[in-house]
């Protein structure tokens, strides 16, 4: 079993519309957990980080549930520009343990007009 | 301020070549990553330096794989011999020390390196 998985999909979904993904993990002492985007060609970037009481920024909208190991990722008024692979990283380490940054294979997202 | 550069950002090479990759970490990042991603494949760690030091290599593929940190700044990633299934993009990242389980990495560009 992979340790961060995720749907590959892609999503392929109309200009305004709201699309969640969701991410698994499999290290119950995982303490915290990211989203990033990759767009084509291009390296990933820190789209936000996932608090445990669920965080907010704009039109996205990261939920950590820490009893089902899995995260979510919530985009509301879907733009062109969203157009992405949307990475689910997951920093591994417990507090007794070295961070070990591990990435899911991404969700591809595909916003049309 | 500058990011993460990498060079080259791309390599063509013959099997059983030898080809070394480089990056430059933001400067004052401790932290230095190298990630490799292939082709369908989600990016995978490869190793860890805290300055100049390996701390974690546990990704590293094989002994054709040497990475070094020397000075605690640049990065260089020597595959040598090269083989078909080491194509792929080579990702560097760094992130500042003392962030812990929040850190957060940036990242370079990337070298696409193929091997034929």
């Known amino acids: 079993r992979k340790e961060v998985e995720q749907d590959p999909g892609p999503f392929n979904v109309p200009e305004g519309a709201t699309v969640a993904f969701n991410c698994t993990y499999s290290?119950?002492?995982?303490?915290?957990f990211f989203w990033y985007r990759q767009d084509c060609r291009k390296e990933p970037k820190l789209l936000m980080s996932?608090?445990?009481s669920g965080n907010e920024d704009g039109r996205f909208t990261a939920q950590l549930n820490r009893a089902s190991q899995y995260i979510s990722l919530l985009i509301r008024d879907s733009k062109l520009s969203d157009s992405a692979t949307y990475l689910c990283?997951?920093?591994?380490?417990?507090?007794?343990?070295?961070?070990?940054?591990?990435f899911g294979s991404g969700t591809r997202l595909s916003i049309r007009p | 301020e500058a990011g993460v550069t990498q060079f080259p950002s791309h390599s063509v090479i013959e099997k059983g070549q030898t080809v070394t990759l480089r990056c430059d970490p933001i400067s004052g990042h401790d932290n230095l990553y190298w990630y490799r991603r292939v082709m369908g494949k989600e990016i995978k760690f490869l190793l860890h330096?805290?300055?100049?030091?390996?701390?974690?290599e546990s990704g590293m593929p094989n002994n054709r794989f040497l990475a070094e940190r020397t000075g605690g700044t640049y990065s260089t990633l020597k595959v040598q011999p090269a083989e078909l299934e080491d194509s792929g993009v080579y990702f560097c990242?760094?992130?500042?020390?003392?962030?812990?389980?929040?850190?957060?990495?940036?990242f370079g560009s990337g070298t696409q390196l193929s091997v034929l």
């Open positions: 330096f805290v300055k100049e030091s390996k701390q974690d």
């Open positions: 996932v608090y445990s």
């Open positions: 290290n119950s002492a995982s303490q915290s």
């Open positions: 990242a760094s992130s500042q020390a003392g962030q812990g389980m929040n850190e957060k990495l940036f």
């Open positions: 990283v997951v920093n591994t380490g417990g507090r007794s343990s070295a961070s070990k940054i591990i």
